[in-house]
């Protein structure tokens, strides 16, 4: 059965310290793992990541995948109250385009 | 980013009646729409997969009598849970897909269902 964990399900920082978040995964004919951040509704996309070692960046987060390891981590730099949110890991794999499989997030509350 | 719509954003219900959720892309066709559905602290589940002109696919588990899909254009796919239990309270949350292999889904803002 395919599935995605994600570490630590929730965690406490200051403004302006360094987080990591980590995504493992298991499933059949991997295709690419996406990050979505999701505030009070719904989920706003992050990266996507298809190849190992290769980093995206986007302000002060940035993602990289380990195919060996099936794993990635996605890191907040500098983070600000407004870096407060549910950060979501999903997988698409197998054999239909499109379907996503999510972990189960991370809670990350960011205070002043 | 391409805009996805729902509406309603939030609706209470009796137990017993049907409610219909409408997923629209807004400025792109869908060829491919998601329908989930997320637990309060929990992580979002997929239910079906809808493509416009046939029936859509469901999740294991989840039963495609009580929750009817509909994707009858490229711009619009509804969701319908029929005879709604307090458990079918939840919070809704379709997807769209532009094109087949590009892989960026565009979520929409979500519907908070509440079955009394």
């Known amino acids: 059965e395919d599935k995605v964990v994600q570490s630590p399900l929730s965690l406490v920082v200051h403004e302006g310290d360094t987080v990591t978040l980590n995504c493992s995964y298991e499933?059949?004919?991997?295709?690419?793992l996406l990050w979505y951040k999701q505030e009070k509704k719904a989920p706003t996309f992050l990266f996507m990541l298809?190849?190992?070692?290769i980093e995206k960046k986007s302000g002060r987060l940035s993602s990289i995948l380990d195919k060996k390891e099936l794993s990635s981590i996605l890191n907040i730099t500098a983070t600000q109250t407004g870096d407060s949110a549910i950060y979501l890991c999903?997988?698409?794999?197998?054999?239909?385009?499109?379907?996503?499989?999510f972990g189960a997030g991370t809670q990350v509350v960011v205070t002043p | 980013g391409a805009v996805v719509s729902q509406h309603p954003s939030r609706v209470i219900c009796k137990s017993g009646t049907s409610v219909k959720i409408e997923c629209r892309s807004l400025?792109?066709?869908?060829?491919?729409m998601f329908w989930y559905r997320q637990f309060p602290k929990k992580s979002l589940m997929l239910m079906a997969t809808s493509n416009e002109g046939s029936k859509a696919t469901y999740e294991q588990g989840v039963e495609k009598d009580k929750f009817l899909i509909n994707h009858a254009s490229l711009t619009l796919s509804t969701l319908t849970v029929t005879s709604a239990h307090p458990e079918d309270s939840s919070f809704y949350i379709c997807?769209?897909?532009?094109?087949?292999?590009?892989?960026?889904?565009?979520f929409g803002p979500g519907t908070r269902l509440t079955v009394l």
């Open positions: 999903a997988v698409e794999a197998g054999d239909s385009w499109g379907k996503l499989q």
């Open positions: 997807s769209a897909i532009q094109d087949r292999g590009t892989d960026t889904q565009y």
């Open positions: 400025d792109f066709q869908a060829t491919t």
């Open positions: 298809t190849s190992s070692g």
């Open positions: 499933v059949t004919n991997f295709r690419s």
